[in-house]
């Protein structure tokens, strides 16, 4: 619906169906076709992939926030992430998973 034009993306982050799942493997019925993107990423740089536990209770802006607050301190911040998850609501398993690059430059792709 993001790419429609529809919704933007903090309207897809609650919107009511958000949780559908659209991909999945071992579909019976199709393969899954992942979105696919290059991004450059920098030493000191952070990455962090969570579940939507976490990111259906806190908007992009609350989670930049806690990042930027506690970048120094990784075991803090993936404490405080699911800490202001569930006093949002909490209304699912919070998955946090944090990396920080140590070494100079690499470049990631995900699909």
Do not use: W
Not at 4 to 9: C, F, M, S
Not at 91 to 96: A, C, E, L, P, S
């Amino acid at each position: 619906m993001v790419n429609q034009g529809l919704l933007d993306a903090e309207g897809a982050r609650i919107h009511p169906e958000s949780n559908i799942i659209t991909q999945s493997l071992g579909d019976l019925y199709g393969s899954p076709r992942p979105d696919s993107k290059i991004y450059p990423i920098f030493k000191n740089d952070i990455i962090l992939a969570c579940s939507d536990g976490l990111n259906s209770m806190l908007s992009d802006a609350d989670i930049a926030e806690l990042i930027n607050k506690y970048s120094n301190e990784l075991d803090v911040l993936a404490d405080k992430l699911i800490e202001n998850a569930n006093l949002k609501g909490g209304k699912d398993n919070i998955t946090v998973i944090l990396v920080k690059l140590l070494m100079a430059k690499f470049i990631i792709k995900f699909s």
